[in-house]
């Protein structure tokens, strides 16, 4: 199925619609960078894990509550929470038996600088 293409009359300016970047064209490890933390934040499991440490703020979310909430097994979270933490969009802390997690604000930081569209 094809999406047909918006019509411009002559009276609107193109510029209105079109859009662009804030800042410059990402360079290659830029680019390398913000593409794993969109790949890890690409399925729907992590994107539930992470809006809900997310959800507590600056405080730490225990591996173990999690299983609670989601009712996903304690092996799948650990599986996806690794991968967050790979692409850098969590820190882990490990106390006694349970992984504390918290967000990485600069990590959304920069995800947000560079999907800032104008």
Same mark, same amino acid.
């Given at each position: 199925m094809s999406i047909p293409l918006k019509r411009m009359d002559a009276g609107v300016d193109a510029t209105s619609e079109c859009c662009t970047l804030?800042? /410059?064209p990402l360079g /290659? &490890? &830029? /680019?390398g960078r913000v593409a794993k933390k969109l790949k890890a934040l690409a399925d729907p499991t992590r994107l539930r894990l992470l809006s809900h440490v997310a959800a507590q703020g600056c405080d730490a979310v225990c591996a173990c509550d999690l299983v609670d909430v989601l009712d996903? @097994?304690?092996? +799948?979270? @650990?599986?996806h929470m690794k991968k967050l933490v790979e692409a850098g969009l969590l820190t882990r802390e490990q106390r006694g038996k349970w992984a504390h997690y918290t967000? +990485?604000?600069? /990590?959304f930081d920069e995800l947000r600088r560079f999907l800032d569209l104008r």
């Open positions: 804030d800042a /410059a /290659a &490890d &830029d /680019a996903i @097994s304690q092996p +799948t979270i @650990s599986h967000v +990485t604000r600069d /990590a």
